[in-house]
């Protein structure tokens, strides 16, 4: 008798109708989303229809819905599916399930044999040197961040070291959990990019490049307490070459008492494609000549280790809108707050008015901030929202676009006490969005 076939959770996807995915859900409550709306719809935005007849539109910093054809977007949906033969890709277990940017996961994780990150341009593959991993299994589990995702496990033929990875819309995280009484004090990943080059930038990260254009980036890692919300961010890079391929060595922050068997530790990582976003740049005063851009977290407030964290940030809203300030109820500038806390912070918002380059800010180039937009109370893990009504309306009448171009300052209301890390708007899992409110639909919407 022929036996059935077993038919893997992970194959059987329904689509979701859920017309919210992409938002926080305090926001449909509170504006009361009755209807999506295709005019809002994007690669990075989406929108919808209020209960009281008014209108309310995302503009994320990253994407949401990848070019699936000729004719359209289609939702990225990062569950993980099983690896046909269809996919020729030989001794890959699993994928995330739609997007343009496919992460790839071996059955065995070696020298040889990496998890692949592939666009139609562009790879990545990537594995650690000296520990060989086996995947021991596939489930929605929760991230340090305390948030669910659909993530596999690797461990070692010792089960001493463990590997948690899921999928990203524009890569792939990696959660290295350290084993108690760890002596290297060093982690050692091995990646090939063949298209690309790399190089390793003073703010602590990778950029893999083409013809001097940013094509992939491994964002500066981050060691988080599993026990905690302490973490560490004073963890050494070196890059180095060896016969067509890259190794990434990072020396773990000295202050980490690895012998503290109670507490355990996590190295995280983003292993990304890079795509044009809404880009932002954080600087700290006791990093003064280090420029962090392209960083996926930014800390506002006083660290131990930095200093002081500020973070510019351009705006994009006379770019995707045409319509009268009439016509616009309120605009929130949304940023994700890593965790909670029993401390209350305070933020303040500002107007900047003057130029200022991604690349080449730092704390001894500071630019000067104008009045207060707005102050906000933080101690939730969550998405915070910024007031930035009044600046939204200057940007929708100035047509060189400079308002935007210049932005605002995001800082905490006392710098001698207390900070809190939030994603930036290269963090492909918390993008920072803008959230416009009209009264009525606007003139023009084109992203």
């Not at 139609?120 to 594995?127: N, W």
């Not at 930095?306 to 109820?329: C, K, M, P, Q, T």
Request: aromatic residues 12%.
């Amino acid at each position: 008798m022929k036996q059935k076939k077993e038919i893997l959770e992970s194959e059987v996807l329904m689509a979701s109708k859920d017309i919210f995915k992409f938002i926080p859900k305090e926001r449909v409550l509170y504006h009361q989303h009755e209807e999506k709306i295709d005019l809002f719809d994007s690669r990075i935005s989406v929108g919808y229809k209020n209960k009281n007849g008014s209108y309310t539109a995302y503009i994320f910093s990253s994407p949401i819905r990848y070019k699936a054809s000729f004719v359209g977007y289609e939702d990225i949906d990062n569950r993980l599916v099983t690896v046909k033969s269809k996919d020729h890709k030989e001794g890959y277990m699993y994928r995330n399930n739609k997007n343009d940017i496919l992460t790839y996961y071996p059955q065995k994780l070696t020298e040889n044999n990496g998890v692949l990150v592939e666009s139609y341009l562009h790879a990545i593959k990537f594995g650690f040197s000296n520990i060989n991993f086996e995947l021991t299994n596939k489930k929605i589990q929760s991230s340090i961040w305390n948030v669910k995702n659909d993530t596999v496990t690797y461990l070692d033929n010792n089960n001493i070291y463990k590997l948690n990875m899921y999928s990203t819309s524009l890569g792939v995280k990696l959660e290295f959990t350290i084993p108690p009484n760890y002596s290297e004090k060093e982690i050692v990943l091995w990646f090939e990019t063949p298209s690309l080059s790399c190089s390793l930038e003073k703010g602590g990260y990778i950029l893999l490049k083409e013809s001097n254009e940013v094509k992939g980036i491994i964002h500066a890692p981050v060691i988080k307490s599993i026990e905690s919300s302490e973490v560490f961010l004073n963890n050494k890079l070196h890059l180095s070459r060896a016969n067509n391929r890259y190794y990434l060595s990072v020396q773990l922050d000295d202050k980490i008492n690895f012998y503290n068997v109670e507490n355990q530790y996590v190295l995280d990582v983003s292993i990304e494609i890079h795509r044009n976003k809404q880009p932002d740049s954080v600087i700290y005063s006791k990093r003064p000549d280090t420029n962090q851009y392209l960083a996926d977290f930014n800390i506002i407030g006083n660290q131990e280790d930095i200093g002081i964290g500020r973070v510019y940030a351009r705006l994009r809203i006379h770019e995707y809108v045409s319509d009268s300030i009439d016509n616009i109820r309120s605009v929130n500038y949304a940023v994700y707050n890593y965790f909670g806390s029993k401390d209350i912070n305070k933020l303040t918002a500002h107007k900047v008015d003057e130029f200022w380059s991604s690349t080449e800010i730092t704390w001894h180039k500071l630019v000067p901030y104008a009045n207060k937009i707005s102050e906000i109370a933080v101690s939730k893990q969550g998405y915070c929202y910024f007031d930035i009504t009044e600046v939204a309306k200057q940007c929708l009448m100035d047509d060189t676009c400079s308002t935007e171009s210049n932005g605002i300052l995001l800082k905490s209301s006392n710098e001698s006490d207390g900070y809190n890390i939030f994603a930036s708007s290269d963090s492909a899992v918390f993008p920072s969005f803008i959230e416009i409110n009209f009264i009525n639909l606007p003139k023009s919407f084109k992203i």
